[in-house]
């Protein structure tokens, strides 16, 4: 399609519908930036301006004045982190044991697997909300962690993952006595490190933005992860915009920098995440 | 996602008569039964947790669909599938149907077209496609409730950008989130411009993976442009489009941060109150329990009807190379 499109429409076409695209795209950034460093009254001018006359820094300040937003931060890492981490290793564990290790009724427990794909989480979420009560998780980090540690879903790319590397590599330290764990880590998953880097990123990315499930089980503000601290603020800040927006502008920032600097990793890892799906 | 059919069938794990003789052989040996204790040490940490809190959860909401449970309540009793009749019959439940199908309707032929769009566009031999794909990649990575805040201060109707962009053509300003009407189509926008990125980069991959030979022997047939993307590039893309559907589809089943930041209150007469939504409000808010239930496995019912359906279509209508 590629070069017979590029004649159909020619170079400039293109640039220009995909100028348009972009500016849409870009355009509500921007006004978050713009709006996030005026002044209230600023805020009021109609019609509406895109960049301050001044720059309100302490805008930023302020919010971190009104809310713990380091909080949320740190929240947020710490149990995005531990999710990450944990699923990676069960993941890896098992989708080793699915790509290479012989017992019985092996396929039955790989639907037992792959069925979790199906059931979306809002079908979970009510029990679960009892279950974790039940144990007295609520509003703690526990709640937020523990019934996430495993994911049937990185389990089968890790699986498809392991399948391609070459058995031969292994036989040779099985040979030596090595034992299946060693071989695990010190063979197979140096080799697969594209891969973990890959899975990783896509569970961090998932988890980083989940909302539903701390909103149910967190109650204090000290609990809240960042997209939870954020929409408690933006219900709290009513028509102060400007602040709305700075905080808008924290909750973004770290996240797309980390895009920006690493946006092959990102995209190649969405689409490669995308149609093994 | 993954037909659980089309998995290769292995010597042992069928199950059944023969799979019980086999595993009493299995255990016999004593280098088999060391890779089924491996086998079971390294499934173990992860089986625990689905097996924990996607199964028990799972059996555990079938049970309360069928009582009357509700916090703070008398002590729930069975009865039967009164929950299931009880939605069935109201309007709450059906209004959040129609909602939920209007998001769906509205949202998924326009990402669709869009989508493959811009990745027809970005796949040229041209300088700064990176640039643009980055750029259009922009809005998936960013956080839900930020892209919820900013569109709500970008339609706030006395303030806002785009109601001074309709003054500045003469037209009428709109209440947008606030309008019954419009409510749903202004969440649909956002979505949109929140989702499209993905599919642009899913498409993307589809594109890049057609193989050249099938444009050259459409260009010595002589075929037009438009020819050539009706038959060769649109059935050689099949695969990713139904992806790109079902996933689009069945997401939209589930939406829900997105409106719960941008209209916490459901919208102006619950216009834009969703299924899951609606599902929050009975679990969290009344206490519902016994309904929440029953409503969570109605949603489950209809994403599952939603797989098979595409599924069946898809056995005919896309072709796999």
């Known amino acids: 399609m590629s070069y017979r499109l590029g004649r159909f429409l020619g170079a400039s076409g293109t640039y220009v519908l995909l100028g348009v695209m972009t500016l849409v795209t870009v355009f509500p950034f921007l006004w978050m930036v713009g709006t996030a460093l005026k002044t209230q009254q600023e805020i009021f001018v109609y019609p509406p301006t895109l960049w301050p006359v001044e720059l309100q820094w302490q805008n930023f300040v302020r919010v971190f004045e009104t809310v713990p937003f380091l909080r949320f931060y740190v929240n947020s890492v710490v149990v995005t982190t531990v999710i990450t981490a944990a699923q990676v290793v069960t993941s890896a564990l098992a989708g080793y044991a699915f790509a290479r290790i012989d017992f019985p009724f092996k396929n039955a427990v790989f639907v037992v697997f792959l069925a979790t794909l199906i059931v979306p989480e809002q079908v979970t979420m009510l029990p679960l909300f009892l279950l974790v009560s039940r144990l007295g998780w609520i509003d703690t980090f526990q709640a937020l962690t523990v019934p996430f540690l495993a994911n049937a879903f990185a389990v089968f790319f890790l699986r498809q993952f392991f399948l391609t590397i070459p058995r031969e590599l292994e036989e040779a330290a099985r040979m030596d006595g090595a034992g299946r764990l060693r071989v695990l880590f010190q063979i197979v998953l140096p080799l697969a490190r594209p891969a973990l880097a890959t899975i990783a990123l896509f569970i961090f990315l998932g988890e980083w933005d989940t909302y539903l499930w701390p909103l149910i089980v967190t109650n204090s503000e000290s609990m809240r992860t960042l997209p939870i601290g954020l929409r408690f603020f933006v219900e709290e800040s009513g028509s102060q915009l400007h602040l709305m927006m700075a905080g808008a502008v924290m909750a973004v920032a770290p996240i797309l920098l980390l895009f920006l600097m690493a946006q092959r990793q990102f995209i190649e890892g969405i689409a490669m995440t995308g149609s093994k799906g | 996602m993954i037909a659980g059919g089309r998995l290769p069938h292995a010597a042992l794990g069928d199950g059944g008569e023969k799979g019980w003789t086999a595993l009493v052989a ?134 806002g950008v785009f109601n001074s962009m309709l003054d500045a053509f003469g037209l009428p300003p709109q209440r947008w989130l606030r309008d019954p009407s419009l409510a749903m189509p202004a969440v649909v926008l956002v979505a949109l411009w929140k989702g499209l990125g993905y599919n642009v980069v899913i498409f993307l991959a589809g594109l890049q993976g057609i193989g050249r030979v099938y444009y050259e022997a459409a260009a010595i047939d002589g075929a037009t442009p438009w020819q050539r993307f009706r038959y060769v590039t649109l059935p050689l893309l099949s695969p990713v489009t139904y992806f790109v559907a079902l996933i689009g589809v069945i997401n939209s089943f589930k939406v829900f941060s997105l409106i719960h930041v941008m209209l916490p209150d459901g919208g102006p007469l619950d216009s834009a109150q969703v299924l899951v939504f609606y599902l929050y409000e009975l679990a969290f808010q009344s206490f519902r329990y016994g309904r929440a239930a029953a409503l969570s496995f109605i949603l489950f019912g209809i994403v599952l009807a939603i797989t098979f359906l595409q599924q069946r279509f898809a056995e005919k209508r896309v072709h796999y190379e």
């Open chain 2, 26 to 159: 299995f255990l016999r040996h004593p280098r088999r039964r060391r890779d089924l204790i491996a086998a079971a040490l390294f499934l173990g940490p992860a089986l625990i947790v689905l097996l924990t809190f996607v199964y028990f959860p799972i059996v555990w909401a079938f049970g309360i669909s069928f009582t009357d449970w509700q916090s703070g309540g008398a002590p729930a009793r069975f009865v039967g599938v009164d929950n299931y009749t009880f939605l069935l019959n109201s309007a709450d439940f059906w209004r959040a149907l129609r909602n939920t199908v209007t998001f769906v309707v509205l949202k998924l032929p326009l990402d669709m077209v869009l989508a493959l769009a811009v990745a027809l566009l970005l796949n040229q031999r041209l300088r700064g496609m990176g640039f643009f794909r980055m750029a259009i990649f922009m809005p998936v990575v960013t956080s839900v409730v930020a892209a919820a805040a900013i569109w709500r201060v970008l339609y706030n109707p006395s303030f």
